[in-house]
């Protein structure tokens, strides 16, 4: 449960701080016709996971699926893949995150006045 809350907070929750400010800069006027188009993208993705995941019940994801349908070789690779997509979206999200929270943290550390 636990790696399943991880996997999904970084795929979309982490997303949100960078993301959205990178679609707002690039498709300007035209951000929430790109958000949609991203969105329905998302939802076919989902239903190809859902799809593979019960026609190959076993851990791995895109790796296993690649490797059942090409070869252990090309599992390998995207498996790989995968893994370093993790990571840069690590690092995005670190390069990101503080941005915002100096944001909210700048505001709590000033000092109130008192009337």
């Known amino acids: 449960?636990?790696?399943?809350?991880?996997?999904?907070?970084?795929?979309?929750?982490?997303?949100?701080?960078?993301?959205?400010?990178?679609?707002?800069?690039?498709?300007?006027?035209?951000?929430?016709?790109?958000?949609?188009?991203?969105?329905?993208?998302?939802?076919?993705?989902?239903l190809t996971y859902a799809e593979g995941a019960s026609m190959i019940p076993e851990a791995?994801?895109?790796?296993?699926?690649?490797?059942r349908a090409f070869s252990p070789g090309v599992g390998f690779i995207s498996g790989w893949a995968l893994m370093l997509s993790y990571i840069a979206t690590m690092a995005i999200s670190a390069y990101t995150i503080p941005p915002y929270l100096s944001y909210f943290l700048a505001g709590a550390a000033r000092p109130r006045r008192r009337d």
């Open 60 to 67: 791995g994801g895109s790796a296993s699926f690649a490797r």
């Open 1 to 46: 449960m636990f790696g399943l809350f991880s996997a999904g907070y970084g795929d979309v929750g982490s997303s949100i701080y960078y993301g959205l400010g990178l679609v707002a800069i690039v498709a300007l006027g035209a951000t929430p016709i790109a958000l949609g188009i991203a969105g329905l993208i998302y939802v076919f993705n989902a």
